[in-house]
T-cell receptor, first 112, second 116 residues
Framework: GIQVEQSPPDLILQEGANSTLRCNFS?????LQWFHQNPWGQLINLFY???GTKQNGRLSATTVATERYSLLYISSSQTTDSGVYFC??????????????FGKGTKLSVKP | DGGITQSPKYLFRKEGQNVTLSCEQN?????MYWYRQDPGQGLRLIYY???????QKGDIAEGYSVSREKKESFPLTVTSAQKNPTAFYLC???????????????FGSGTRLTVV
């Protein structure tokens, strides 16, 4: 099956710093999503980004499908950005969406 | 507002007991999923359903059962056969079928199950 590797596993930042999180995947995919899990466990979908670049405020993501990686950029980090960031990928089969396969996540701690 | 509601937030199970976790969505999504998360780990798929009255086993289905009698609802039963059920359980939904739509998943807020 598809393997999803995220790096780094842990990241500590000072408030205001920028960061880049990486997701590598082992096979061609046509669905890639980034999620943020807050300290209470709620998972929020940040980006649906099978290819290309998207931006949403201080967050942006780029997926290079041909090279099998995706990057999540966090600029001017805030303490509320703390939590775990997951990358997940899937394939489509016969016109319907396949199941997401999750990486182990990057745990981000932003210090005031 | 549309979303996914999971209940209860916290659940305690005695040895040998079956318990059922509720998941309801009002997003008109076709597909629904149950994931299990253990501390410091990613999410592992338990069961999924692409359409009403049909569901499939995921990677760790043993000791669990589901039903999909309505599009909006996808309850998960943790049976006594599940030997290590203490975990955080997350339900999700998404569009399943074709077209140029955003297939982003929406997750519920989760249920923490503890065996006592």
């Amino acid at each position: 099956g598809i393997q999803v590797e995220q790096s780094p596993p842990d990241l500590i930042l000072q408030e205001g710093a920028n960061s880049t999180l990486r997701c590598n995947f082992s096979d061609s995919v046509n669905n890639l999503q980034w999620f943020h899990q807050n300290p209470w466990g709620q998972l929020i979908n940040l980006f649906y980004i099978p290819s290309g670049t998207k931006q949403n405020g201080r967050l942006s993501a780029t997926t290079v499908a041909t090279e099998r990686y995706s990057l999540l950029y966090i600029s001017s980090s805030q303490t509320t950005d703390s939590g775990v960031y997951f990358c997940a990928v899937a394939l489509f089969y016969g016109g319907s969406q396949g199941n997401l396969i999750f990486g182990k996540g990057t745990k981000l701690s932003v210090k005031p | 507002d549309g979303g996914i509601t999971q209940s209860p937030k916290y659940l305690f199970r005695k040895e040998g007991q079956n318990v059922t976790l509720s998941c309801e969505q009002n997003l008109n999504h076709d597909a629904m999923y149950w994931y299990r998360q253990d501390p410091g780990q990613g999410l592992r798929l338990i069961y999924y359903s692409q359409i009403v009255n049909d569901f499939q086993k995921g990677d760790i289905a043993e000791g669990y059962s589901v039903s999909r009698e309505k599009k909006e609802s996808f309850p998960l039963t943790v049976t006594s056969a599940q030997k290590n059920p203490t975990a955080f359980y997350l339900c999700a939904s998404t569009q399943a079928w074709g077209g140029t739509v955003d297939y982003g998943y929406t997750f519920g807020s989760g249920t923490r199950l503890t065996v006592v």
